[in-house]
Structures are given as C-alpha cells and as structure tokens.
C-alpha cells in the first residue's frame, strides 16, 4: 500500500473555470495499492474536481492538446509526463496556453 | 541584416547614452541593435508596447503587420492607435506614432495578415521575429515560418489577467510545435474579445518581449529559451517554468521533419486567423 | 475623489468592453476607476508607460507633475514624448499625448518639482499617489505626504537592469521610511544619468505600477502591500520579497510620530531633488 | 563547534559592483567556536570578499543605509537582523535600494 499522497494542485490560464474557478486546490490522494502516477491523478481529478464538460480538459487517458502540465515547475516532458510517480508535497500545475494578444 | 555600421553618430551618442554606458550593451551592443531587423506580428495589444520600447531603444527596422484597422475597443489596451485613428489600418497608424518617437527607425508596414503564401519570404527578410497575435491558426504559421527560415521567435499571449511569454527556436531550444505538438480543440480556445483582458496585462508582456528582442539582437542572450515566464496579474506573481528541449520527432524542427514548406494553417487548426468570430464553418 | 457614478455610457462600454467582461472588474469596478484620481510623481521613464496605462483603462483624473523639459536622451524610454516635443515641459507633453490617447480622461499638468511647500495639499486632491520619480529627496518627500495625507503609494524605480516595486502605505502597511528611517549617503545613489538604464526596465516597472494602481482603485487590493517585487532584466528573474510590516517607531507614520508637517528633504538627504547633477554644494 | 555553513550570498541593485560585478557567490563560512550570524558574516564579507570602499556597504556593525537584507527572500527585519543564526544553505540578498526612473 502507498501512504496518502498530499498536492498542491494548480490551475491557470483558464483551465481554473472549469473548477468553478479556484486555481489552488489542496488535494490528499487516497491510499491505494499502486503508487500515485500524473495518469492515475487524471482519473482522480475527472471524478474527483471536475464538475462538467470533462472534454474541454481530458482527452482519452491524457490532457487535451493546448493545456500544459507543470511538476514543481518543470514541464512533466522532463519528468516522465502520466508516468511520474507524484511525491508527497508535490506542486502540479495545468496551464491553458494563451493565444491572445 | 541591414549594413554593419563602424560608430555611432554624435546624435545617437547623446540620444542612447542612458544605454550606452550599461557594459552590458556598450556601443557594440547599440550598432548591433542599429543593424537588427525585427517583425512584428500584430499591431495590436502586445505589438503596440513591444514596437515602442524597440523603435525608443533605437533597433535598425521594424516590420508591422496587421490586417485589421483601429476600433474603439482596441484603445483601452493598444496605446500606439488614438481616438483619431479609428478605422484606420493598425500597421500604418502603428509605423506613424513610432515615427514621432524616433525617426530613425525604418518602418515596413504591412496592412495585410501573414499568409501561409507569403510568410516564408517575409520571414527571410527580417532578423528576429516577435509573436504578437490574438489567434491559434497563425501562432502555428509564424513558428513553422521561423523554423524553416531559422530565426528566433520571442512569443507572448495574454487573456483575462494572466500572460505567458517563451522564446522559440533560439540556439537549439524547441519550437512551438515540440510544445504544441497538436491544436487545442477550436472550441477550448478563448479570444481577448469574449474572454477580455486586462489593458496593462498585455503592456508587461509586451514590454518583456521587447526585452528579449533586444537582449538576443544586441548579444546578451535570453532569458526564456527553453524556459516560459507566466503572469498572474492578480497574484502579482511571475514564475519561470522549465520547459522541454527541443523534439527529435518534431514535426518541422525534428531530426526529419515532415513539414517542409507552410501549410493552411486555419483547416489544422479548424479556426480562422482573421474572423473576429473564430470558429471556421465548414 | 470625483463624482459617483451609477452608469456607464454606451460609448464607454464599447470602449471598455475587453476589460468590462472581467468578472474582476465589470461594470462596478469601471465606475470604481472613472471616480479615481492618480497623482502620478514624475514623467519620465515610469510614468510615461504607468500614465498611458491609466488613461488607457479610464481612470477618471490624472495628475502629471514634472519640472522638467524633454531632452534627446530621455527619448530612448520616455515613450510619450515625441521628438518634436524636444524643449517643452514633459508635464504639457505627456497630457497632450495622453489626450489622443483617451480624451474623456481629465488632465492635470503641474509643471513644478514636488515641493514639501505644497506637495501636502496636492496629494490630498488625489486618491492614489505613483511615485515615478528619479532622486532620494522626492522619494521621502512623496511618502511623507502620502502618510500624512492617508493615501496609498505605489513607488517604482528602475536602474541599469534592474527595477522595484512596493505598495507603501497601504492597508496597515510600511511606508517608504519604515523600511528606510535613514537616507543612503549622497555618494552611494547612482542616478540614470550615471548609471544608465535599459528603457524597457523602466517600461515594465512603470505597468507594473500601472496594474497595481488600477487593482487598488477598482477594489481588487494590491500584490506588493509589505511586499516588493524585485526585477532582473539580464536574468529575466521576478521575485516576490516579504517586508517588514509597519513599525511603532516610525517618525511620520509611527504611533508616536515626530514627523507631523514636511520637511527639508533635500537638507535630509544631502542630495537635490531637481539638479542634474546631484549633490549638494554645502 | 559550530560546523562549517554553506550560503548562497547575492548582491544586487548595484551592491553587486563593489564586488566585481558579481551577483552570486557560494561561499562556506569556516568552524568557529559560535554559531554564525549576520553580524559576523558582515565581518567575515568585508575581510574576504570586499575589496575596496568597505564604507559603501558596510557602516559601524551594520550595513549602510539603503541596502535592503533579505534572508530566504524575506526582510531581515522578520528575521532577528543582526542576530540571525545562519543555517546551512540559506540565501542571504543584500539589494541595494534604487532610486532612478
Ligand atoms: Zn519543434
Ligand atoms: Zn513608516
């Protein structure tokens, strides 16, 4: 079993308004038998936090094209992306790139 | 390039002297700026403020392109265009208040959209190239134009209160298809005219890739190759965040690149670069 | 502070539109920034950019003081002066360029240093103060009267490559003298003539400002209340410093004060507040 | 003994010029019967670090006036100033106050 896994998880961009708008969410992750990977998170923010049109964020088992995903800063490209193994304290962020100007 | 140029005259002397004396620019750093040519992309809430602190710092040329003219609702944010230049070409209006700042700057202004045709040849003809457009389909265009012509590309965006700003294509880092590998969902994507924007937001982005701009045509190097600076104007908060090295499977800056020449960028993205109502009607 | 207003007009909704749709702002926080007056300490550097945002967004008074004339040399980041206002008052110049800019916005030039004199009655006509000014002697001089008057201040600075912004005054806050109850010795203050600066440093702390006078005069409240933001240009690095809060013993804003009517700050600081050259001749 | 401390100390706002121009230095401060502060790291700075014009940074015990102190980015006033016992990689920021515009 892993220990429960506490984040800070962080949206901006506009991603934040399909959280009714909060851009910080302090978040426990349950125990469970695996350990806590960006993929297993997903699923845990779809039924977890994500109140309505799944679609604008989610796209199959990853992120929509347009949205880029931050760990403790860090493009999650350097980190492993859905396979990252979250540590406790970990900060994620899910930035909507802007195109205005 | 323009023509290298050996000194600077006693005029210049005197008018860039608050900048001459940084050793970090010097006069070899200011006839690099005098002989930089840069394009901007969008005159309008990013393009105004960053086509300012250039043509003020004194870089040899500035490209202007936009399509649209002045409307009212550009002056809370777009502070090169005044009231009387309402319905007026941006390009031009922009070229004719950086005049009055500093006359020694050339101005191309070009009272067109950049156009997959054409892009590529505008492209080659300019130094470094500032993103300052409000739409998917040409962020798109202006990068794949850049890769394949080889120039650095110093991107902002802003939308409500927040604002991002990265440096594409500089000294090996990324493009912004190894970011943006695919396009957002045309219906994901919020434009300044329903999402709204801050008028100053646009002014801190804009001013930072002004930055940029002269700190890479002057020598200095920047700051955000590899790297996007976020705002959050409400926090006050800038965070620089680490971004990917460039993509070996890039599609056009990769190791076999299956983008060889500009494609019609509103049918990838399923949106139009020019419409003030985006969604393309297929 | 001006009239209340209960609505805005069609013309200034299309105007504002971009802004208005933030759910931040809106409509009451439109009214919040026509009622506004800005007392803006300075036309150069800072507040060119800080008063082009303002009257872009609709405060509703802006107050422009500056002794000064334009020179060549302030051209290469003064973004409001154009070349052929070379010669004239900056304070003049700057409402002229802000008047194409935004005419519904009211305009006052002071074309006078701040002086302890009068600088009291003037920042009790204003709701918020910027301090966009160059010298030691101003510096403590605007804050006295901000203390003394109960206004907030949102001080700017900027040199070489470098700038800074604290909110002083504000909610409870430290005020300039909390942080500094001593002047720095004359011979350690480098001005931009002798240190130079980057334009576009000054253009980014000047809409740094900018935002955060219109966060507090819509009601959104201030990011750098006992915070400064400090800025790297070379290094394209922002960071957020914790200060100290307000202290008891503070002369002016204390809770026994010994500063109860302005002083001499130029006899303070050892240094002048409107000489190119600096220092005092005592 | 106190052990050995290791610190990232800056200089910035022109503070970084009397000290070659340099804004960051990693510097470890040797064993000494009693822990270090700021006050004998100021001592320790003007022996081994400042070359010359000490009394443009540093006056009486303290550093002159205009020189902001910031331990770990927060006001050295919040910190105990002078009194301040230094920890192993702290980041101490001495930022010289600017005044130009
Ligand atoms: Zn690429
Ligand atoms: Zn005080």
Same mark, same amino acid.
Not at chain 2, 105 to 118: D, G, N
């Given at each position: 079993?892993?220990?429960?896994?506490?984040?800070?998880?962080?949206?901006?961009?506009?991603?934040?308004?399909?959280?009714?708008?909060?851009?910080?969410?302090?978040?426990?992750? !349950?125990?469970?038998?695996?350990?806590?990977?960006?993929?297993?998170?997903?699923?845990?923010?779809?039924?977890?936090?994500?109140?309505?049109? !799944?679609?604008?964020?989610?796209?199959?088992?990853?992120?929509? !094209?347009?949205?880029?995903?931050?760990?403790?800063?860090?493009?999650?490209?350097?980190?492993?992306?859905?396979?990252?193994?979250?540590?406790?304290?970990?900060?994620?962020?899910?930035?909507?790139?802007?195109?205005?100007? | 390039?323009?023509?290298?140029?050996?000194?600077?005259?006693?005029?210049?002397?005197?008018?860039?002297?608050?900048?001459?004396?940084?050793?970090?620019?010097?006069?070899?750093?200011?006839?690099?700026?005098?002989?930089?040519?840069?394009?901007?992309?969008?005159?309008?809430?990013? +393009?105004?403020?960053?086509?300012?602190?250039?043509?003020?710092?004194?870089?040899?040329?500035?490209?202007?392109?936009?399509?649209?003219?002045?409307?009212?609702?550009?002056?809370?944010?777009?502070?090169?265009?005044?009231?009387?230049?309402? +319905?007026?070409?941006?390009?031009?209006?922009?070229?004719?208040?950086?005049?009055?700042?500093?006359?020694?700057?050339?101005?191309?202004?070009?009272?067109?959209?950049?156009?997959?045709?054409?892009?590529?040849?505008?492209?080659?003809?300019?130094?470094?190239?500032?993103?300052?457009?409000?739409?998917?389909? %040409?962020?798109?265009?202006?990068? @794949?134009?850049?890769?394949?012509? +080889?120039?650095?590309?110093?991107?902002?965006?802003?939308?409500?209160?927040?604002?991002?700003?990265?440096?594409?294509?500089?000294?090996?880092?990324?493009?912004?298809?190894?970011?943006?590998?695919?396009?957002?969902?045309?219906?994901?994507?919020?434009?300044?005219?329903?999402?709204?924007?801050?008028?100053?937001? %646009?002014?801190?982005?804009?001013?930072?890739?002004?930055?940029?701009?002269?700190?890479?045509?002057?020598?200095?190097?920047?700051?955000?190759?590899?790297?996007?600076?976020?705002?959050?104007?409400?926090? +006050?908060?800038?965070?620089?965040?680490?971004?990917?090295?460039?993509?070996?499977?890039?599609?056009?800056?990769?190791?076999?690149?299956?983008?060889?020449?500009?494609? @019609?960028?509103?049918?990838?993205?399923?949106?139009?670069?020019?419409?003030?109502?985006?969604?393309?009607?297929?």
């Amino acid at each position: 079993m892993a220990a429960p896994v506490s984040l800070q998880v962080e949206f901006g961009g506009g991603a934040e308004l399909l959280f009714d708008g909060v851009k910080k969410h302090q978040v426990t992750l !349950p125990c469970q038998p695996e350990p806590w990977d960006i993929r297993s998170l997903l699923k845990w923010i779809k039924q977890n936090l994500l109140k309505e049109r !799944p679609e604008l964020f989610i796209q199959g088992e990853s992120v929509r !094209p347009g949205i880029l995903v931050l760990i403790n800063e860090a493009d999650w490209e350097l980190m492993g992306e859905l396979d990252y193994k979250l540590q406790d304290q970990d900060n994620v962020l899910f930035i909507s790139t802007l195109h205005g100007g | 390039p323009l023509p290298a140029r050996s000194a600077l005259s006693a005029a210049e002397i005197l008018r860039y002297s608050r900048q001459l004396v940084l050793p970090e620019l010097g006069v070899r750093g200011q006839l690099r700026l005098a002989r930089s040519s840069v394009l901007v992309v969008g005159c309008g809430g990013l +393009g105004c403020p960053l086509a300012q602190y250039l043509a003020a710092a004194g870089v040899g040329r500035l490209g202007l392109v936009d399509h649209d003219v002045v409307e009212t609702s550009n002056l809370q944010r777009q502070v090169l265009h005044g009231e009387a230049r309402r +319905g007026r070409p941006k390009a031009r209006s922009a070229a004719a208040a950086l005049r009055r700042l500093n006359s020694a700057v050339q101005y191309v202004p070009y009272r067109a959209a950049l156009r997959p045709r054409s892009a590529l040849r505008l492209v080659r003809q300019y130094d470094i190239v500032a993103d300052c457009s409000d739409n998917v389909p %040409t962020r798109y265009l202006v990068s @794949d134009a850049c890769v394949l012509a +080889g120039k650095p590309l110093v991107s902002g965006s802003a939308l409500r209160l927040e604002g991002q700003l990265v440096v594409y294509n500089y000294r090996g880092g990324p493009c912004y298809r190894c970011l943006f590998p695919e396009p957002p969902p045309p219906d994901t994507v919020t434009n300044c005219a329903d999402g709204g924007v801050l008028g100053v937001v %646009t002014g801190i982005i804009g001013c930072m890739q002004a930055l940029e701009v002269l700190k890479i045509a002057s020598g200095m190097g920047s700051s955000f190759n590899r790297h996007m600076l976020m705002f959050d104007a409400l926090e +006050g908060r800038f965070r620089n965040i680490k971004l990917r090295p460039r993509k070996a499977d890039c599609a056009v800056c990769g190791d076999r690149p299956s983008i060889t020449c500009l494609q @019609d960028y509103e049918a990838f993205c399923g949106s139009s670069a020019t419409d003030k109502c985006r969604s393309l009607r297929l």
